[in-house]
């Protein structure tokens, strides 16, 4: 699924429908699409994510995202200006609701995701988050 019409719009010209082109703005933006698509649009975004990073499970989506960012542009950090990050965001978003379409693109998501908690030696029976499988 390519991006949604609106935010395909956005990411073309950020300049004429965000209020200024910087990534908070664009976070705000989709964060609010999101709200207006019932949740529909980010559902496992954040998971996708700290797989991609390999870290953050403890952060918000956004702040995943500009460590993506961050470590992909660690040669040139003169190119980590607003207009970039917010072009990251879209590219990524794209990226991401691509896979996620795919026929068993959400349950991968998903179940990879799982297999990284499992992996991380603080992720244990006494974690608040803990949901034991069948055979725990």
């Known amino acids: 699924m390519p991006l949604p019409h609106v935010l395909e719009m956005v990411r073309r010209c950020p300049g004429m429908y965000l209020r200024c082109v ?33 870290d953050g499970n403890n952060l918000a989506w956004s702040q995943i ?3 993506i960012d961050q470590s ?7 190119a980590a200006t607003e207009e970039a990050r917010v072009a990251f965001l879209f590219s990524t978003l794209d990226e991401f609701l691509s896979e996620r379409e795919r026929p068993t693109g959400m349950r991968s998501i998903f179940v990879r995701y799982e297999d990284w908690l499992r992996a991380q030696d603080w992720y244990d029976p006494g974690s608040p988050d803990w949901v034991p499988r069948s055979k725990d």
């Open 22 to 54: 910087q990534f908070d703005v664009a976070v705000a933006f989709v964060d609010g699409f999101d709200v207006a698509t019932n949740g529909g649009l980010l559902v496992g975004f954040r998971e996708w994510l700290v797989l991609r990073l390999n």
């Open 72 to 78: 992909e542009r660690a040669g040139d950090p003169s």
């Open 65 to 67: 995202l500009l460590r």
